[in-house]
């Protein structure tokens, strides 16, 4: 009986026609290994078969059994040459060399197969049963799904709400809102500080060049140079950059320096601008140390602390000493110690008036000089009364009062200080008496109406001396109108001037403090008017400009060439009326590029100017 069997190595099926053979080695047809002939089966009898088959079907056949046996070795092609060839399976993972072409190619891992498992392959049906192979009718319920109403159907229906992802807490809306905004801020401050400085570039760069402009003008005038150099300081402290008070000193020390020489009361107007100006050059410890102000006063002596430069009163002391005439002193004095006020620095106010009382009585351009020192304590004190800083005002009454007391010991004693007769009335104190200097007793009735005044005895201040005449009357008339402040004092006094005086000379400084009267009073006509009684070309500017303040200020909107009539020609008065034009309309458009533009076509002097008032608005 012939034997049939696969070959374990190639899986090649076999047959040996002579049962003999059996347990004897061959060299397999297919592979040529070697291979041992099995024995043949032995035939089972009929019951024992049907046993066994039924015993097969029922029982749980092993793995093992089912496995076929594997192969001793691996068939691939080469990927060097292309040739089929066999390795071991040991060297399965491994590097070996190709028979064929010698090269080393890598042997690949065999492919295993699981037998088949009845429990997990198939769908148990007969071959020809029908298999439900088409998708599910929409809606249809299939049978593996759970009994009863699902949620989703629930949710749909409405019977049940709609469960809403949680959102996010309170604080973390709060966070992510705070991270949100501070970026934002960080881009805007970014943009911001790019931006501005873009823009002080640009406005310091105008500065310079109308600076320049001013001072290179044919027919050059100092005048105007200096008040482009004091307008051009006030810009730089306004400006608040760490160089802030460094460059603001030294434009303010320029315009000072021009004024030098050749004394004039419109030089002492305009020093008395500088000196307003400069008070603002003052700061605290922070803006000290950032450079955007000075230091308001050196070191006391015998402190830890040195003088290491510049300060503020040094910086007033040096401009008022500048100021040629004593009616310019007293009016300088007034003007910065007002704002001295203003700012709380009441001990540099005190610290300036006493430097001028010490000042030794003498001869001078006016007869403001002889009574210098106590008219400045006095000036000064009058301010602090205005400014109902009544303690400090009485102070200065009592220490003003102390240098006419001292005649009885023999020391000489100055002129009557008419505003040290006001400024003891105004508090209550007892008022010095009229010694034998020459003018005492008509300066003595000048500082007594004005105390009447300010002490609200408006009737008692209005009844002149029957004697007072010419310009000692206007000097009585002048003082009443600026202590009242009144509209009906000043036509009092501008009635006679333009009256009974007629042509008659008198002091420009007197003139000069009605049409300041009158500017505040907002009469700019008739501000304008009396500064064409002013005879010094540069202060009569300076009056022209207060009645150009005056009308301007009375405008609600931008203001055009008009508000100029009635000034002279040309020079100093032209160009500081425009400079004041400028200024209006830049302040009321808000910006300035507008504004200088318009100065383009300004004649002269006006041009640098306009551009310095556009930039100040």
């Given at each position: 009986?012939?034997?049939?069997?696969?070959?374990?190595?190639?899986?090649?099926?076999?047959?040996?026609?002579?049962?003999?053979?059996?347990?004897?080695?061959?060299?397999?047809?297919?592979?040529?290994?070697?291979?041992?002939?099995?024995?043949?089966?032995?035939?089972?009898?009929?019951?024992?078969?049907?046993?066994?088959?039924?015993?097969?079907?029922?029982?749980?056949?092993?793995?093992?059994?089912?496995?076929a046996?594997?192969?001793?070795?691996?068939d691939?092609?080469?990927?060097?040459?292309?040739e089929s060839?066999k390795?071991?399976?040991?060297?399965?993972?491994?590097?070996?060399?190709?028979?064929?072409?010698?090269?080393?190619?890598?042997?690949?891992q065999?492919?295993?197969?699981?037998?088949?498992?009845?429990?997990?392959?198939?769908?148990?049906?007969?071959e020809?049963?029908?298999?439900?192979?088409?998708?599910?009718?929409?809606?249809?319920?299939?049978?593996?799904?759970?009994?009863?109403?699902?949620?989703?159907?629930?949710?749909?229906?409405?019977?049940?709400?709609?469960?809403?992802?949680?959102?996010?807490?309170?604080?973390?809306?709060?966070?992510?809102?705070?991270?949100?905004?501070?970026?934002v801020?960080?881009?805007?401050?970014?943009?911001?500080?790019?931006?501005?400085?873009?823009?002080?570039?640009?406005?310091?760069?105008?500065?310079?060049?109308?600076?320049?402009?001013?001072?290179?003008?044919?027919?050059?005038?100092?005048?105007?140079?200096?008040?482009?150099?004091?307008?051009?300081?006030?810009?730089?402290?306004?400006?608040?950059?760490?160089?802030?008070?460094?460059?603001?000193?030294k434009?303010?020390?320029?315009?000072?320096?021009?004024?030098?020489?050749n004394?004039?009361?419109?030089?002492?107007?305009?020093?008395?601008?500088?000196?307003?100006?400069?008070?603002?050059?003052?700061?605290?410890?922070?803006?000290?140390?950032?450079?955007?102000?000075?230091?308001?006063?050196?070191?006391k002596?015998?402190?830890?602390?040195?003088?290491?430069?510049?300060?503020?009163?040094?910086?007033?002391?040096?401009?008022?000493?500048?100021?040629?005439?004593?009616?310019?002193?007293?009016?300088?004095?007034?003007?910065?110690?007002?704002?001295?006020?203003?700012r709380?620095?009441?001990?540099?106010?005190?610290?300036?008036?006493?430097?001028?009382?010490?000042?030794?009585?003498?001869e001078?351009?006016?007869?403001?000089?002889?009574?210098?020192?106590?008219?400045?304590?006095?000036?000064?004190?009058?301010?602090?009364?205005?400014?109902?800083?009544q303690?400090?005002?009485?102070?200065?009454?009592?220490?003003?009062?102390?240098?006419y007391?001292?005649?009885?010991?023999?020391?000489?004693?100055?002129?009557?200080?008419?505003?040290?007769?006001?400024?003891?009335?105004?508090?209550?104190?007892?008022?010095?008496?009229?010694?034998?200097?020459?003018?005492?007793?008509?300066?003595?009735?000048?500082?007594?109406l004005?105390?009447?005044a300010?002490?609200?005895?408006?009737?008692?201040?209005?009844?002149?001396?029957?004697?007072?005449?010419?310009?000692?009357r206007?000097?009585?008339?002048?003082?009443?109108?600026?202590?009242?402040g009144?509209?009906?004092?000043?036509?009092?006094?501008?009635?006679?001037?333009?009256?009974?005086?007629?042509?008659?000379p008198?002091?420009?400084?007197?003139?000069?403090?009605?049409?300041?009267?009158?500017?505040?009073?907002?009469?700019?006509?008739?501000?304008?008017?009396?500064?064409?009684?002013?005879?010094?070309?540069?202060?009569?500017?300076?009056?022209q400009l207060?009645?150009?303040?005056?009308?301007?200020?009375g405008?609600?909107?931008?203001?055009?060439?008009?508000?100029?009539?009635?000034?002279?020609?040309?020079?100093?008065?032209?160009?500081?009326?425009?400079?004041?034009?400028?200024?209006?309309?830049?302040?009321?458009?808000?910006?300035?590029?507008g504004?200088?533009k318009?100065?383009?076509?300004?004649?002269?002097?006006?041009?640098?100017?306009?551009?310095l008032?556009?930039?100040?608005?």
């Amino acid at each position: 009986m012939a034997i049939k069997f696969n070959c374990p190595h190639c899986k090649r099926a076999l047959s040996v026609k002579d049962e003999s053979l059996a347990g004897k080695k061959a060299a397999c047809t297919g592979c040529k290994k070697i291979i041992v002939i099995p024995k043949p089966r032995q035939a089972a009898a009929p019951g024992d078969d049907l046993e066994a088959l039924a015993a097969a079907a029922l029982a749980e056949p092993k793995a093992e059994a089912a496995r076929a046996p594997d192969a001793q070795t691996i068939d691939f092609d080469c990927p060097q040459c292309g040739e089929s060839i066999k390795m071991s399976r040991d060297l399965a993972g491994k590097n070996a060399p190709c028979p064929e072409c010698r090269r080393i190619v890598r042997v690949p891992q065999p492919k295993t197969k699981d037998p088949a498992d009845w429990r997990t392959k198939g769908d148990h049906l007969p071959e020809a049963a029908r298999r439900d192979t088409e998708p599910a009718p929409e809606g249809a319920w299939e049978s593996s799904r759970a009994r009863g109403v699902s949620a989703e159907a629930l949710v749909e229906a409405g019977v049940i709400p709609k469960k809403k992802k949680p959102g996010l807490t309170r604080r973390q809306k709060i966070t992510r809102g705070v991270a949100v905004g501070a970026a934002v801020l960080v881009v805007a401050v970014g943009g911001i500080f790019a931006y501005s400085s873009w823009a002080h570039n640009k406005q310091d760069k105008l500065v310079e060049e109308a600076v320049k402009n001013a001072e290179n003008q044919a027919g050059k005038s100092k005048e105007l140079a200096a008040e482009a150099n004091r307008a051009a300081g006030e810009y730089y402290i306004r400006s608040g950059t760490r160089d802030a008070a460094d460059k603001a000193q030294k434009k303010f020390a320029n315009a000072r320096a021009l004024l030098e020489g050749n004394p004039s009361p419109g030089r002492d107007a305009l020093l008395a601008d500088l000196l307003v100006s400069q008070v603002e050059l003052g700061g605290g410890d922070d803006e000290v140390a950032n450079g955007t102000r000075l230091k308001w006063a050196a070191p006391k002596k015998g402190t830890a602390m040195q003088d290491t430069g510049s300060n503020v009163m040094k910086e007033l002391g040096q401009t008022l000493s500048h100021v040629s005439t004593a009616s310019g002193r007293m009016y300088a004095l007034r003007r910065v110690s007002r704002r001295l006020i203003e700012r709380g620095r009441a001990e540099e106010a005190n610290q300036l008036a006493g430097q001028s009382a010490d000042k030794k009585p003498g001869e001078g351009d006016d007869e403001a000089f002889a009574y210098e020192g106590p008219e400045a304590l006095a000036v000064v004190g009058l301010e602090f009364f205005r400014a109902k800083e009544q303690a400090t005002a009485t102070l200065l009454a009592e220490r003003v009062s102390k240098l006419y007391e001292q005649a009885a010991a023999g020391v000489e004693r100055p002129p009557l200080a008419p505003s040290a007769v006001a400024l003891c009335l105004a508090v209550g104190k007892p008022e010095p008496k009229p010694g034998k200097a020459k003018d005492d007793k008509q300066l003595y009735e000048v500082g007594r109406l004005a105390g009447l005044a300010l002490k609200g005895d408006f009737g008692a201040a209005r009844e002149l001396p029957a004697d007072a005449k010419d310009e000692w009357r206007f000097r009585l008339l002048v003082a009443v109108a600026e202590a009242t402040g009144e509209a009906a004092d000043l036509e009092s006094a501008a009635g006679f001037l333009d009256g009974d005086l007629g042509g008659k000379p008198v002091s420009q400084w007197l003139v000069y403090r009605l049409v300041e009267l009158a500017a505040k009073l907002g009469q700019a006509d008739r501000a304008l008017h009396l500064a064409e009684r002013v005879s010094d070309p540069g202060l009569k500017a300076r009056a022209q400009l207060d009645g150009v303040w005056a009308r301007l200020d009375g405008t609600k909107d931008r203001a055009g060439d008009g508000a100029l009539a009635g000034l002279d020609g040309g020079g100093l008065a032209q160009a500081l009326a425009y400079q004041a034009l400028a200024r209006q309309n830049a302040r009321h458009d808000g910006k300035s590029d507008g504004t200088i533009k318009a100065t383009e076509g300004w004649p002269g002097a006006a041009a640098p100017l306009g551009v310095l008032g556009a930039v100040l608005g």
